[in-house]
């Protein structure tokens, strides 16, 4: 049973425009959330985070939202950037040192 | 720089082989995990390890078994390899979250095929 969803597996944006990637949770304890890029034959590397007592993280052009009652975060990238495209994934976990539950990924592609 | 490295980039292998992937973080990190990625699945976690001698499965242990003698290293057995276990393997670390969250770093990857 798949606990965090992606239900956009590829997202197509003009150079310059906003990205934004969403993800939806199921379980109501999870309390912290990351998004982490993927680039091809690569790891995936840590982005962003977010914890349940706020509803917005910001790091230079990556905001992430968080809804707790929508069980909904989503990642903004503003302005987007050919080298942003990757794969996205968020994760979520209910306490520290207990696994995290990734979701399905997003394929962004920025278009010059 | 924290690094975490995996033995092979790519693996080719018979049915019924026994498979060895090796991970090495430098980080002094207590946690290690295992993760297999598969297009449409996202990354799922088939086993990981709090301390040295210690395991926990994940979600998807079946087929495969882990290795942790040294904090540093996290082995990834799979004890006769079929052909549903072609994925890409990915391992990480992360430093130990008794009251805070820490993010996991992860290694490049082993793309493994098993024929």
């Known amino acids: 049973d798949q606990q965090v969803k992606q239900n956009s597996p590829s997202l197509s944006v003009q150079e310059g425009r906003i990205s934004i990637l969403n993800c939806d949770y199921t379980?109501?304890?999870?309390?912290?959330f990351l998004w982490y890029k993927k680039y091809p034959a690569e790891g995936p590397t840590f982005l962003i985070s977010i914890s349940s007592i706020k509803d917005k993280n910001e790091d230079g052009r990556f905001t992430v939202f968080l809804n707790k009652s929508a069980k909904h975060l989503s990642l903004h990238i503003v302005p987007s950037q050919p080298g942003d495209s990757a794969v996205y994934f968020c994760?979520?976990?209910?306490?520290?040192?207990?696994?995290?539950?990734f979701g399905t990924g997003t394929s962004l592609t920025v278009i010059p | 720089d924290v690094k975490v490295t995996q033995s092979s980039r790519y693996l080719v292998k018979r049915t019924g082989e026994k498979v060895f992937l090796e991970c090495v973080q430098d980080m002094d990190h207590e946690n290690m995990f295992w993760y297999r990625q598969d297009p449409g699945l996202g990354l799922r976690l088939i086993y990981f390890s709090y301390d040295v001698k210690m395991k926990e499965k994940g979600d998807i242990p079946e087929g495969y078994s882990v290795s942790r003698e040294k904090k540093e290293r996290f082995s990834l057995i799979l004890e006769s390899a079929s052909t549903n276990q072609t994925s890409m393997y990915l391992c990480?670390?992360?430093?130990?979250?008794?009251?805070?969250?820490?993010?996991?770093?992860f290694g490049p990857g082993t793309r493994l095929t098993v024929l």
């Open positions: 379980n109501s304890m999870f309390d912290y």
């Open positions: 994760a979520a976990s209910s306490a520290p040192g207990n696994q995290f539950y």
């Open positions: 990480a670390s992360m430093a130990l979250a008794a009251h805070s969250y820490n993010e996991q770093f």
